[in-house]
């Protein structure tokens, strides 16, 4: 296809779209890039060429692969092969068909994508939650560095003026501490998202601060362009963008966020966006990009303000990233960097080092303020210090998102090329050095760390209980409700919070996402187990005459994520325990039938990175159906407890003894003793501090306590055997003091070592009695 274009002068220029391929000229065969797709096509594949060169050599070393984008970018550029100002004389003499106008614009569209998905994604309810601190860093964080500014004079005498006049120059130092002192939200949640601390509390807090910083900048950053175009353009032009702006803020807040509000409920609950609402979304994010840049604002403010209205998470949000994430992040993104770096020519910061030595200074002292002013408050909040360090470190973090504002500056001509690729270089520092930095000091398993207790041992008297219970399978149902009916009282003064979470594996592409049962609870479900097993809950609820609040919620997740749903859940819901199942299941009549490895891997991971206490529950069927309150009788329950000693016992212990807030449940503990010489530690303190309560109840029958003598790992497993027969649930640690040779010999022999030895014998296929076990293991992760 050709399109003849007439330029002023009526000089023709043709400008060719496809070629008929290499034989329409074989003398010349580099002819087909005088055709704008053939041209496009050769730039693409060079750009993914070197990236995957490069991204081979750096993977090795552990380097993140924005930083191939960026090399790649490099090799692109000026220095080396100088694609761009290869390809600019192309496809036609006229200016305005210049040979890489088409991969400018993909770049700014993966631009514009980019930021605007970031946006989405980025939770408000989180950034505005959070407390005093991230508010604090945030303000302290945004007007700090501004301090900077009053360098800008340092040195002015020696500009020369054939680098760039005085005026302008002063001019490039602002737009250094201006640019350096931004933190963008989208730099901040794709850091986040590389070393996957998004969900963790230090995720939150640094992404909570950049939102905060990020209202102020754009604020500053609409003013900055106003009073530009008020200087150098004309009065009435800044009015009039002034009124657009506000305008704009009008349309949004009252008409595009009641609009997204209305295709929010408009559909069904666990159903998909239309496709047609999904691209009028991201339609608006464009037009929006179009109205700033045609009133002199920077283009991406348009789509930063539309990603902050629409809600995160299901329905809408969830629907933009599961069609367009992948495309913007392995396509356009990686193009989008790559264009941007190839305009950096860094022999000029060498050539023009003299010139352009105060912009590094100013960098450099910029980047001491952000850190100083990030860090302080976080200090005097008392976060740990490698805690704070981080938070400092992520929100100095500088990247590909900030080529935005480098190429805009660039593009008005505020800085020089010299200092363009001055901040690409230390934007590719940064992308390479600070995630290393991050991970070898901020462990990415302690991003479900909470800055407190939480497990059952260290519980307020009379505080909530709350629990979070996880459901695969229809037979899980009856079985979590039996076990939460033993820790259930008609006694207000011990209240028990129940969170209900149903695990959904997803097949396909589809984004995982969590979903509220808890405004729509009398909704029906289109899927009938999840139903019904809201109804039992509402029932066990109201059968609990207040003293048990529910709330329900399912996950739409890959098996490899669901941890991470449910740790993540655990923190919101502040529990004090995960109540798991355990993936071996046995028939009606007591015989087994499978394991479920899927089940048994995600407990594992659950086991090494949860927030809080973690009970898998193992049911042989007798225990559900024997709890469960019915009309025509009710029957008591046995619980017997094995205690050694170790935290994990001290736990289960202490979880035992909330039961007996149930007149229903009669508690035996055993204490085996060791028969040989063990050097008294602190452990042995504290458990015999935890059994003291329970000699002294068992004065009052409330508590039966006995001691067991052993001398060997095979009298161990022969008394756990004997205590199965005579109880309905038995509640074990899954670690205990090892500190006995019988003991931990016993390890060789365990099939199931989620369970732990204990829970691994009377778990096993060969026992021959109907009694259910519940392992505990006490919270792990703790600052």
């Given at each position: 296809?050709?399109?003849?274009?007439?330029?002023?002068?009526?000089?023709?220029?043709?400008?060719?779209?496809?070629?008929?391929?290499?034989?329409?000229?074989?003398?010349?065969?580099?002819?087909?890039?005088?055709?704008?797709?053939?041209?496009?096509?050769?730039?693409?594949?060079?750009?993914?060429?070197?990236?995957?060169?490069?991204?081979?050599?750096?993977?090795?070393?552990?380097?993140?692969?924005?930083?191939?984008?960026?090399?790649?970018?490099?090799?692109?550029?000026?220095?080396?092969?100088?694609?761009?100002?290869?390809?600019?004389?192309?496809?036609?003499?006229?200016?305005?068909?210049?040979?890489?106008?088409?991969?400018?614009?993909?770049?700014?569209?993966?631009?514009?994508?980019?930021?605007?998905?970031?946006?989405?994604?980025?939770?408000?309810?989180?950034?505005?939650?959070?407390?005093?601190?991230?508010?604090?860093?945030?303000?302290?964080?945004?007007?700090?560095?501004?301090?900077?500014?009053?360098?800008?004079?340092?040195?002015?005498?020696?500009?020369?003026?054939?680098?760039?006049?005085?005026?302008?120059?002063?001019?490039?130092?602002?737009?250094?501490?201006?640019?350096?002192?931004?933190?963008?939200?989208?730099?901040?949640?794709?850091?986040?998202?590389?070393?996957?601390?998004?969900?963790?509390?230090?995720?939150?807090?640094?992404?909570?601060?950049?939102?905060?910083?990020?209202?102020?900048?754009?604020?500053?950053?609409?003013?900055?362009?106003?009073?530009?175009?008020?200087?150098?353009?004309?009065?009435?032009?800044?009015?009039?963008?002034?009124?657009?702006?506000?305008?704009?803020?009008?349309?949004?807040?009252?008409?595009?966020?009641?609009?997204?509000?209305?295709?929010?409920?408009?559909?069904?609950?666990?159903?998909?966006?239309?496709?047609?609402?999904?691209?009028?979304?991201?339609?608006?994010?464009?037009?929006?990009?179009?109205?700033?840049?045609?009133?002199?604002?920077?283009?991406?403010?348009?789509?930063?303000?539309?990603?902050?209205?629409?809600?995160?998470?299901?329905?809408?949000?969830?629907?933009?990233?599961?069609?367009?994430?992948?495309?913007?992040?392995?396509?356009?993104?990686?193009?989008?960097?790559?264009?941007?770096?190839?305009?950096?020519?860094?022999?000029?910061?060498?050539?023009?080092?003299?010139?352009?030595?105060?912009?590094?200074?100013?960098?450099?002292?910029?980047?001491?303020?952000?850190?100083?002013?990030?860090?302080?408050?976080?200090?005097?909040?008392?976060?740990?210090?490698?805690?704070?360090?981080?938070?400092?470190?992520?929100?100095?973090?500088?990247?590909?998102?900030?080529?935005?504002?480098?190429?805009?500056?660039?593009?008005?001509?505020?800085?020089?090329?010299?200092?363009?690729?001055?901040?690409?270089?230390?934007?590719?520092?940064?992308?390479?050095?600070?995630?290393?930095?991050?991970?070898?000091?901020?462990?990415?398993?302690?991003?479900?760390?909470?800055?407190?207790?939480?497990?059952?041992?260290?519980?307020?008297?009379?505080?909530?209980?709350?629990?979070?219970?996880?459901?695969?399978?229809?037979?899980?149902?009856?079985?979590?409700?039996?076990?939460?009916?033993?820790?259930?009282?008609?006694?207000?003064?011990?209240?028990?919070?129940?969170?209900?979470?149903?695990?959904?594996?997803?097949?396909?592409?589809?984004?995982?996402?969590?979903?509220?049962?808890?405004?729509?609870?009398?909704?029906?479900?289109?899927?009938?187990?999840?139903?019904?097993?809201?109804?039992?809950?509402?029932?066990?609820?109201?059968?609990?005459?207040?003293?048990?609040?529910?709330?329900?919620?399912?996950?739409?997740?890959?098996?490899?994520?669901?941890?991470?749903?449910?740790?993540?859940?655990?923190?919101?819901?502040?529990?004090?325990?995960?109540?798991?199942?355990?993936?071996?299941?046995?028939?009606?009549?007591?015989?087994?039938?499978?394991?479920?490895?899927?089940?048994?891997?995600?407990?594992?991971?659950?086991?090494?990175?949860?927030?809080?206490?973690?009970?898998?529950?193992?049911?042989?069927?007798?225990?559900?159906?024997?709890?469960?309150?019915?009309?025509?009788?009710?029957?008591?329950?046995?619980?017997?407890?094995?205690?050694?000693?170790?935290?994990?016992?001290?736990?289960?212990?202490?979880?035992?003894?909330?039961?007996k807030h149930n007149l229903r449940v009669r508690v035996t503990v055993t204490?085996?003793?060791?028969?040989?010489?063990?050097?008294?530690?602190?452990?042995?303190?504290?458990?015999?501090e935890g059994l003291k309560d329970v000699k002294v109840r068992e004065e009052?029958?409330?508590?039966?306590?006995?001691?067991?003598?052993?001398?060997?790992?095979?009298?161990?497993?022969?008394?756990?055997?004997?205590?199965?027969?005579?109880?309905?649930?038995?509640?074990?640690?899954?670690?205990?003091?090892?500190?006995?040779?019988?003991?931990?010999?016993?390890?060789?022999?365990?099939?199931?070592?989620?369970?732990?030895?204990?829970?691994?014998?009377?778990?096993?296929?060969?026992?021959?009695?109907?009694?259910?076990?519940?392992?505990?293991?006490?919270?792990?992760?703790?600052?």
């Open positions: 296809m050709d399109t003849t274009i007439y330029s002023g002068d009526c000089r023709l220029s043709v400008f060719n779209i496809s070629s008929q391929g290499l034989w329409e000229n074989l003398k010349s065969p580099d002819v087909i890039f005088g055709y704008s797709l053939p041209l496009l096509e050769m730039q693409i594949l060079l750009i993914f060429f070197f990236i995957v060169m490069s991204h081979m050599f750096l993977r090795c070393i552990g380097i993140s692969q924005i930083a191939s984008y960026m090399i790649a970018g490099i090799i692109l550029g000026p220095q080396l092969l100088d694609v761009l100002e290869k390809s600019s004389g192309k496809l036609s003499v006229d200016p305005a068909l210049d040979g890489t106008a088409m991969l400018r614009c993909i770049s700014v569209f993966g631009s514009l994508m980019f930021t605007f998905l970031m946006t989405v994604r980025t939770s408000r309810r989180i950034a505005f939650h959070s407390g005093k601190l991230p508010v604090v860093i945030g303000i302290v964080s945004f007007f700090a560095p501004l301090f900077g500014l009053g360098f800008k004079n340092v040195f002015s005498n020696s500009i020369d003026p054939h680098y760039m006049p005085l005026d302008k120059a002063l001019g490039e130092r602002t737009a250094i501490v201006i640019t350096q002192s931004a933190i963008l939200l989208p730099s901040t949640t794709f850091i986040l998202l590389e070393l996957n601390i998004l969900n963790s509390e230090l995720g939150r807090l640094a992404l909570s601060a950049t939102v905060i910083n990020d209202i102020l900048g754009i604020f500053s950053m609409v003013l900055a362009s106003i009073q530009a175009t008020y200087v150098h353009v004309s009065h009435v032009t800044a009015y009039r963008d002034s009124v657009a702006v506000f305008i704009f803020i009008l349309i949004v807040f009252l008409v595009f966020k009641p609009i997204v509000q209305w295709v929010i409920d408009r559909t069904p609950e666990d159903k998909p966006v239309k496709n047609v609402y999904v691209h009028a979304v991201i339609l608006t994010a464009f037009a929006s990009a179009a109205y700033f840049s045609f009133f002199n604002m920077k283009y991406i403010l348009g789509p930063l303000m539309i990603g902050l209205i629409i809600p995160e998470g299901p329905p809408l949000g969830s629907a933009l990233e599961a069609k367009y994430e992948k495309l913007t992040m392995n396509i356009f993104l990686p193009i989008s960097i790559t264009v941007s770096t190839m305009r950096c020519d860094g022999i000029r910061i060498l050539t023009e080092f003299n010139d352009i030595f105060v912009n590094v200074f100013l960098t450099v002292l910029t980047l001491v303020l952000k850190l100083v002013a990030c860090l302080a408050p976080c200090l005097y909040y008392k976060l740990p210090l490698n805690e704070s360090i981080a938070v400092s470190l992520i929100l100095s973090y500088k990247s590909f998102s900030d080529f935005i504002l480098y190429e805009a500056v660039l593009d008005d001509t505020y800085i020089s090329q010299a200092t363009y690729a001055f901040l690409i270089i230390y934007s590719l520092l940064n992308a390479g050095i600070v995630p290393l930095v991050l991970r070898s000091m901020y462990d990415p398993k302690r991003k479900y760390v909470n800055y407190q207790k939480r497990d059952i041992l260290h519980l307020e008297p009379n505080s909530h209980l709350r629990i979070l219970t996880c459901l695969h399978k229809p037979e899980n149902v009856s079985e979590i409700i039996a076990l939460l009916q033993l820790l259930s009282s008609p006694n207000l003064d011990f209240p028990i919070a129940v969170t209900v979470l149903h695990l959904v594996k997803l097949v396909g592409q589809i984004n995982p996402i969590i979903v509220s049962h808890n405004k729509k609870l009398k909704r029906l479900n289109n899927n009938s187990y999840i139903h019904t097993a809201n109804l039992a809950f509402r029932k066990f609820m109201l059968e609990s005459l207040e003293s048990v609040t529910v709330t329900t919620f399912t996950a739409f997740s890959h098996e490899n994520l669901m941890h991470e749903d449910i740790c993540t859940l655990a923190l919101d819901q502040q529990t004090s325990m995960i109540v798991l199942p355990s993936g071996r299941k046995w028939s009606i009549d007591g015989i087994f039938q499978s394991d479920d490895n899927s089940i048994r891997n995600l407990n594992q991971q659950l086991l090494d990175s949860a927030p809080c206490s973690i009970g898998i529950l193992v049911d042989r069927g007798q225990f559900s159906r024997k709890s469960i309150v019915t009309s025509k009788k009710m029957y008591n329950i046995d619980v017997g407890v094995v205690f050694i000693g170790g935290k994990d016992d001290r736990e289960a212990l202490s979880l035992v003894k909330k039961m204490r085996l003793v060791f028969n040989n010489d063990v050097e008294p530690n602190w452990d042995n303190v504290l458990d015999n009052i029958n409330d508590i039966v306590y006995i001691e067991r003598v052993v001398t060997s790992g095979a009298e161990v497993v022969t008394v756990v055997r004997s205590l199965a027969e005579e109880y309905d649930l038995m509640v074990v640690g899954r670690d205990h003091d090892m500190t006995s040779k019988e003991l931990s010999g016993l390890m060789e022999w365990v099939e199931l070592p989620e369970l732990g030895v204990i829970g691994d014998l009377l778990a096993a296929r060969d026992l021959n009695s109907n009694v259910s076990v519940l392992v505990v293991q006490q919270q792990q992760q703790q600052v």
